[in-house]
């Protein structure tokens, strides 16, 4: 029960996020049009690194969008894209509803605390969403519901497709997905995981959006943490405390 090692750890997490994003972009993506326009909800460093991880592995883009709060950030954001050499149009939105409706791949990376994107007609061209930051849908546009049949008898019809990391560890703590769950009472609007994506148990459809909603695991932080340690080992440049503990020994 010892620790080994002590890391500053917050690129280390923001790396593993951008990783799992951009996973789910290459594997969500196929058997669609691959994504030409990117559009970027939310404008800080996991979106950076997404954006890095994104170009690093090949994707290139006619067009990203740009949209936070923030001028400031977006600013920030928009000069990062340039120095990064990727191409493409870059333009800042105003309005989140351009930002979503110009965009066939968007990545939600906000501090968002609860739901503020209500509107599922914004996806109506069915879009790769990476809700990496889980909370900016309302539940309808996880569910994209649409009443129809007649007023006496409304039928509800799931027209989105939902893909998680980890069920269990994405449906609690309020995100939006775990908000479907308390609003329709089942999980039936989770179609599966990426590793069910990847082992060809799930079908991603081409005719609607998808949402991948990743919780992140903290079982990969470690792994990219022993990944860096190891690294770090074999350059020789651990910083070692000797006799850090002062008792090694439970019985003395």
């Known amino acids: 029960?010892?620790?080994?090692?002590?890391?500053?750890?917050?690129?280390?997490?923001?790396?593993?996020?951008?990783?799992?994003?951009?996973?789910?972009?290459?594997?969500?993506?196929?058997?669609?049009?691959?994504?030409?326009?990117?559009?970027?909800?939310?404008?800080?460093?996991?979106?950076?690194?997404?954006?890095?991880?994104l170009a690093g592995t090949g994707w290139t883009f006619d067009d990203v969008g740009v949209h936070d709060l923030?001028?400031?950030?977006?600013?920030?954001?928009?000069?990062?894209?340039?120095?990064?050499?990727?191409?493409?149009?870059?333009?800042?939105?105003?309005?989140?509803?351009?930002?979503?409706?110009?965009?066939?791949?968007?990545?939600?990376?906000?501090?968002?605390?609860?739901?503020?994107?209500?509107?599922?007609?914004?996806?109506?061209?069915?879009?790769?969403?990476?809700?990496?930051?889980?909370r900016d849908l309302a539940p309808e546009i996880v569910l994209a519901s649409t009443n129809v049949v007649d007023d006496l008898a409304p039928e509800i019809v799931l027209a989105s497709t939902n893909v998680v990391d980890d069920v269990e560890h994405c449906l609690k703590a309020d995100t939006s997905p775990h908000l479907a769950e308390q609003l329709t009472g089942n999980r039936d609007f989770v179609h599966g995981t990426l590793a069910d994506v990847m082992a060809g148990r799930v079908t991603v459809p081409g005719d609607r959006p998808v949402v991948f909603s990743p919780f992140g695991l903290g079982v990969l932080d470690l792994a990219v943490g022993k990944y860096v340690y190891d690294r770090v080992a074999a350059n020789g440049g651990l910083h070692v405390v000797d006799d850090f503990f002062h008792e090694m020994r439970r019985h003395g």
């Open 70 to 134: 923030s001028a400031d950030s977006a600013t920030g954001f928009c000069r990062y894209l340039d120095r990064s050499g990727a191409g493409g149009l870059i333009t800042v939105h105003g309005r989140p509803e351009e930002l979503v409706r110009s965009s066939d791949m968007v990545v939600f990376a906000t501090v968002a605390g609860r739901p503020h994107v209500s509107d599922p007609s914004w996806f109506e061209h069915n879009p790769l969403v990476l809700h990496v930051s889980l």
């Open 1 to 53: 029960g010892y620790p080994f090692a002590c890391l500053e750890s917050s690129i280390i997490s923001a790396t593993r996020t951008a990783a799992m994003a951009t996973l789910g972009a290459e594997w969500l993506s196929r058997g669609r049009r691959r994504p030409a326009r990117v559009g970027f909800f939310g404008t800080g460093l996991i979106a950076r690194y997404v954006h890095t991880f």
